[in-house]
């Protein structure tokens, strides 16, 4: 902050200079006039020329005593008790010359406190301060000037000054001294520049610099770039023998098992001799190398067909990738040596490439030798050419070949069923690979379920029938995608007794791959879509119930922290079970990070101990961005404490009642995305949250959004929020389904109306749902089809969105991973947040039936204040800040 000099100079007679003390008779300088008994007073004061400095905004503060009218001897006459402060911009200084008509009044000042006679005797000052601001500026300097109409004053002091924020490195950015807007509530936004050895995360690093001069609402980062780490807000160069890949990664990492990193700044380590390392392999991976050969080989020979076994080999290189190739010779008659078998040799599932330890191998000639060499490979063979090829050989002889009958009605079945990689929902192509796995399915029926697929994936199935007499040919290809709650689907083939089988698959196609609007779906998007069943490989909350001790769940899921590692260094909020504070982790061999830590107050029960615990039980569980993260719990010492991920920014709530206003839609929508990311995971992992509200969403200084207060429905004891249903137990009314709320049917669809709650309370950053309508009247209203209005300002695809979340039938509202994908699409698009709610839409209402019910007409009617009929208008007033749905004019 700096202080402009300011001098004055006296422009009439009738203001005078003079010297004085202050009551602690320390001198001061003062601008005095007291012309009051006279008529038509305009003396002027005015100041010398102030360089702004480039400041838009200026502050002058003026310290003043005033004189109090009443006060003075023989009646007030044509004493005043204001003056007036003018302002004069120029980009240079010019004749001194007062003209006053080029003065703009900025206020006219009056003293809060007037003095009179008796202060004057016993030497009390009244000194009166008053602060006003000017903007916005645009000159280099301005004049600033003071009318007096016939006052007693005395100007002691003026000050001009100007705020700014200053300097500053956070997050390895640093911020120039900036200069804040004109506007009284503007931010400016400034980029930062990453410090020495570091690069932005993401996207480069902002700040909003406030009128205030102070800087607020930090978005992204710097980390240090690969080969540094972060110590003490500086990058520095990981040492000989560490390395630092990826720029998530934060501090340098030893080198893995069989690999070196020889410099500093190392981005990578490399392998020793004989190792070896495939791109796809992660870089804390170790270096791998070939397998052995596999062992225990046997065969089988069935007529013309064999079938091999063998076990894996004894050195598997290091790796999880081992796969086997089969090479096939024929012994050519006469010791005329091997020759490798012909293209009608057939190897099920196939040749090379094999994941597991068999193969069929058929059609082979009847009565002939047969040579077959396996060999086991993995993802670093093909680099380790030096590495002789180990191989296990087995010799078999063919017998007989079966006899041929052709017997329709014994036919078999064998559906191919082969996976591609799973789909990612992205732009990129998946083709099928050459060699991608196949799974050989037998039935003798004409209909089969497929059960166990992957979620997200692409399948191909193929039917073929085999009769004694041989194979038929395959049918054609028919592609599916799995949904992300794939569970199984029905094959069904219609068999015509000339071989030739036509597979029927019933199937139900329905998956919308982004987004859920109703529109026809493209029908290249119409692919196969289940629910509600489980898959294997997916990850599934387990209820912490279902430990009969309690203490092995939380030991099971939650780290247990020393509590020296640990320092509380301040209390940040208030929990059910005793204080929430915040501090320094410093665990061992790791970096400190900061962390919130709650507490369990001393004198618990044995029931509170366990229900307080039980949250990091389940927190425990969950491993993603958008999900507080629990970093472990302190049980063996008092007091009893639950350590979790620091949120700089608090609750979501408070953070968007405190910052009205101030963000960007796009940031707002980016907000929303984080946390039905963090929803969408909980849904898929089985568990359903049920207390879903802004105020149980943590933001941290990047504006992440984290779901967090997690629990059974014990936690809803402890939400404020929450009443007491009909049926029994505590809901959050305003924030919960109806279904929910009737018969306390609780679903991830239940979330996703809540989910909409949370979209409106940040659309119309931290309003109340409802605002003060009564529970009672909010289970009224939304039963007959009342729904929220769209909030000022918020986009109408946001809107939209939130009103499919509370539709009433709740397999209709949208899924959580279809609120990511359209969330994604529209910050991609963000030409299509323009279309804001407009005001005839926010009053519209949205009926699901036409018979609006007496309660919902009276509930309008409360709205009103006064009906007032002009012509034949009815104009009517309603109470101040009321949001309410027209039904229609007849209705009304
Ligand atoms: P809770 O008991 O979880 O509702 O926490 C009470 C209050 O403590 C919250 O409303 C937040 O303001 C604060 N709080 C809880 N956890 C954190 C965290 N991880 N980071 C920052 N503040 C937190």
């Known amino acids: ?185 503007q931010l400016v936004e400034v980029v ?69 990193a020889r410099q500093t700044g190392a981005t990578a380590c490399s392998c020793e001799d004989g190792y070896y390392k ?14 052995s050969a596999p062992r225990n080989a046997i065969s089988n020979v069935n007529e013309t067909s064999v079938f091999l076994e063998w076990s894996v080999p004894m050195e598997m290189g290091g790796r999880k990738d081992v796969r086997y190739n089969i090479l096939c010779r024929q012994v050519l008659p006469d010791g005329r040596g091997l020759e490798e078998c012909g293209p009608n040799v057939r190897f099920l599932p196939r040749r090379v490439g094999l994941s597991n330890t068999s193969v069929m191998v058929a059609d082979l000639q009847s009565h002939t030798n047969y040579s077959f060499l396996l060999e086991a490979v993995n993802g670093v ?77 692409a399948y191909i199935f193929q039917v073929r029938a085999r009769t004694s007499a041989g194979y038929g040919a395959f049918s054609r290809r028919f592609e599916f995608q799995t949904s992300p709650y794939f569970t199984a689907f029905t094959c069904a083939q219609k068999q015509y007794c000339d071989m030739a089988f036509i597979p029927m698959c019933l199937c139900v196609p329905s ?40 203490n092995q769940a939380v030991h099971e899921f939650a780290q247990e922290i020393d509590v020296s590692f640990i320092s509380i260094e301040r209390i940040i909020g208030a929990g059910e079970f005793g204080e929430v504070c915040s501090g320094p982790l410093r665990l061992p061999g790791k970096r400190e990070i900061q962390v919130a830590i709650k507490t369990l107050k001393a004198g618990y029960t044995e029931q509170q101990r366990r229900d307080f615990l039980w949250e990091a039980s389940i927190m425990g569980q969950f491993n993603h961005p958008n999900i507080i993260r629990l970093e472990g719990v302190v049980t063996k010492s008092k007091p009893v404490m639950i350590i979790t991920e620091y949120m ?24 929303l995305r984080g946390i039905a990311s963090g929803m969408r995971y909980l849904s898929d992992m089985g568990y359903v949250h049920r207390d879903l509200a802004a105020r149980n969403i943590l933001v941290n200084s990047n504006l992440v959004c984290k779901v967090s207060d997690f629990g059974l429905s014990r936690v809803l004891e402890d939400d404020p929020e929450a009443a007491y249903t009909t049926r029994g137990g505590k809901i959050p009314i305003r924030w919960t389904a109806p279904e929910a709320i009737a018969y306390r049917k609780f679903t991830s669809a239940s979330d996703v109306w809540s989910y909409g709650i949370v979209m409106w309370e940040v659309m119309s950053y931290g309003e109340r749902p409802y605002w003060e309508m009564s529970n009672q009247d909010v289970i009224k209203a939304v039963e007959e089809s009342y729904r929220l209005p769209g909030p000022m300002d918020c986009p109408e695809a946001l809107y939209h969105l939130m ?28 030409s299509s947040l323009k279309k804001l709610v407009n005001s005839s839409h926010r009053y519209e209402f949205t009926p699901q039936n036409n018979n609006v019910s007496k309660t919902s007409q009276s509930y309008v009617k409360s709205f009103i204040l006064k009906k007032i009929y002009f012509e034949n208008l009815l104009i009517l007033m309603l109470k101040p800040n009321t949001n309410i749905y027209l039904i229609n004019q007849c209705h009304i």
């Open 1 to 185: 902050r700096t202080i402009i000099s300011l001098c004055l100079s006296q422009l009439q007679r009738e203001v005078i200079e003079i010297g004085e003390v202050d009551e602690d008779y320390a001198p001061i300088h003062t601008y005095q006039v007291c012309r009051v008994m006279e008529q038509n007073q305009n003396n002027w004061l005015h100041t010398n020329w102030i360089l702004t400095e480039g400041a838009q905004r200026v502050f002058i503060e003026l310290k003043f005593t005033l004189r109090d009218c009443n006060s003075l001897p023989g009646g007030v006459g044509t004493c005043k008790e204001t003056f007036n402060m003018y302002y004069y911009e120029t980009d240079g200084e010019e004749d001194r010359a007062l003209k006053e008509s080029r003065y703009i009044k900025i206020d006219t000042i009056a003293a809060d406190e007037s003095f009179t006679e008796l202060d004057l005797g016993d030497r009390v000052m009244k000194l009166n301060t008053e602060v006003r601001d000017l903007g916005p500026l645009t000159h280099k300097g301005v004049y600033l000037a003071f009318q007096d109409l016939g006052a007693c004053i005395a100007l002691v002091s003026v000050r001009v000054f100007y705020k700014r924020c200053p300097f500053l490195v956070k997050s390895l950015a640093e911020f120039p001294d900036t200069i804040p807007g004109s506007e009284a509530s």
């Open 192 to 260: 930062g520049h990453c410090v020495n050895n570091s690069l932005p995360l993401y996207e480069p690093p902002r700040m909003h610099c406030s009128t205030e001069g102070e800087w607020l609402v930090p978005i992204g980062k710097c980390v240090c770039q690969p080969g540094f780490e972060e110590i003490n807000g500086s990058c520095q160069v990981c040492k000989v023998g560490f390395y630092r890949s990826l720029l998530e990664s934060l501090a340098c990492s030893k080198c893995p098992p069989h690999s070196v």
């Open 278 to 291: 495939i791109d796809s392999d992660p870089p804390n991976m170790a270096c791998t190398r070939p397998p």
């Open 381 to 457: 063979s093909e680099l380790a050419k030096d590495h002789a090829k180990q191989y296990v050989s087995l010799n078999v002889t063919t017998n007989q070949a079966g006899m041929s009958r052709q017997i329709c009605h014994n036919s078999q079945y064998f559906l191919f069923c082969q996976s591609q990689p799973p789909h990612e929902f992205s732009n990129q192509h998946h083709s099928c690979p050459q060699d991608s796995s196949y799974t050989i399915i037998k039935s003798k029926e004409t209909e089969m379920v497929v059960e166990g697929l992957k979620p997200s994936s």
């Open 511 to 550: 998956l919308r791959r982004c987004g859920y609007s109703k529109a026809k779906q493209d029908p290249e998007e119409e692919k196969m879509h289940f629910h509600n069943v489980k898959f294997p490989g997916v990850r599934t909350y387990i209820d912490p119930l279902t430990y009969e001790d309690p």
């Open 648 to 671: 700089e920014n608090g609750s979501l709530d408070t953070f968007l009642k405190k910052n009205d206003g101030q963000f960007t839609v796009i940031q707002l929508v980016g907000m």
């Open 803 to 830: 009103m499919d979340c509370w539709q009433r039938e709740r397999s209709n509202r949208p899924k959580f991973d279809e609120i990511v994908c359209l969330l994604d699409k529209l910050i991609r698009n963000p």
